[in-house]
């Protein structure tokens, strides 16, 4: 049976990445993958994780099965984190949440809640969304409407063909936003527009279900929470899925949580087991380390201190990188590059063609994405020339 299977291509972006570790050429640039790296090219592990770790290695007695919620201080502590500490749905117990592996298997626990609760549902995305929410979401048996997104000629969100297009979403319809730092283009709503969100959803119905895996790489931890935290207090209905990858480094560790704020705290409750049920037929129980580890530093006052100064040191990073491609993107081509400044997080699309992108490749050793998405925490001092009149080569040569 399994010999009639094809071999399928290689991921777009695994493959990528892949393709730029076996290339030769001493001077590759790789801005393909979404990790977080440093000067020197490494993605870090937090110091308050590696703190934390020593104590687990100390005190671990056993490695017994999680429960299938996963661990109560790695729970409490991202509900805190996403909602914030006085959250008015936190008080009345209207908030369930369940350990999950990663942002992804938040996101595919939502669905399979969604999928269980309405199997007609169908999920609207931005045009452009980050391309593994199709399958993770689509294989639950959901369907996909886009709604307008990105404009690449501003260069920012087109919001009024966004909200056109979301007055077409109903009742029994889920909306997928990006919390904060938008994954592939890096263009965040604005508080009046996640304001207007909030409202169009209070006429119309939808539940917002809100991918947060960036939460403190765009503003800082609170700053980017903003926008979910008002949808919250103002809906009935919340679904996010939260990840540990980047913020807390957990990456391979697989730490996230889908988080319910529901109708009552009964609802809650009946929630929470069919997060369980939903969880027991897909994987059963989630990790354990990384929620171990990331549930020591969200409720611990001296690691939370060291993690959230290692953070903004992080987020700061990303902020001058920024600033610091655009002038070297602007010296190199006499262009507009202003976008990149704007924009939050690691994501930006520099406007090139697929060709373009595949010449940066071969004639550069320079890999981003077909779509030209690059990685701005790829960029470091040694390399941002080269970047730089890499692409001011290639788009000279291809006017
Ligand atoms: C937009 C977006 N959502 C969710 C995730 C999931 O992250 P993970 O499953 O690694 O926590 C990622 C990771 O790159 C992402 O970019």
Known sequence: MLHELEQLPADPILGLSAACRADPNPEKVDLTLGVY??????CPVFKAVQLAQRQLVEEEGTKVYMA?????????????????????????????????????????????LVHTAAPQARVWVSDPTWPVHIPLLGSVGL????????????????????????????????????????????????????????ALAERQGFIP??????????????????????????????????????????YRERTGAAIFVCRDAANATAILSQSQAAARRIY???????????????????LGSVWRS?????????????RCLR????????????????????????????EQTRRLREEFSVYMLDSSRINVA??????????????TRVLAATQ
């Open 378 to 391: 790829g960029v470091n001092a040694e390399n941002i020339d080269y970047v730089a009149q890499s692409v």
């Open 209 to 250: 279900f809100i991918d947060f895996a960036y939460q403190g790489m765009g503003d800082g931890l609170e700053a980017d929470a903003q926008g979910l935290r008002l949808l919250v207090s103002r809906l009935p209905e919340v679904i996010v899925a939260a990840s540990c990858s980047k913020n807390l480094g957990l």
């Open 310 to 322: 290692e953070l903004s040191t992080m987020c700061q990073r990303i902020h001058r990188l920024r």
């Open 143 to 198: 369907e996909f409407r886009n709604y307008r997104y990105y404009d690449p000629v501003t260069r920012g969100v087109n919001f009024e063909a966004m909200m056109d297009d979301l007055r077409g979403a109903g009742s029994h319809d889920v909306v997928l936003l990006h919390g904060c730092c938008h994954n592939p283009c890096g263009a965040d709503l604005g508080m009046q527009q996640w304001a207007e969100v909030a």
């Open 327 to 354: 002038e070297a993107l602007e010296k190199q081509s006499q262009r507009n590059f202003a976008f990149i400044e704007r924009e939050k997080g690691m994501f930006s699309f520099l406007g090139l063609t697929p």
């Open 68 to 112: 299938a919620v996963g661990d109560d201080d790695f729970n409490v502590g991202i509900q805190r984190l996403t909602l914030g500490v006085d959250s008015s749905v936190l008080a009345e117990g209207r908030v369930s949440s369940i350990q999950t592996p990663g942002g992804c298997g938040a996101l595919r626990i939502g669905a399979e």
């Open 37 to 42: 790296k440093d000067e020197q090219g490494a």
């Open 284 to 302: 059963s129980m989630p990790p354990a380390h990384g929620a171990l580890l990331a549930g020591r530093v969200l409720s611990d006052a001296h």
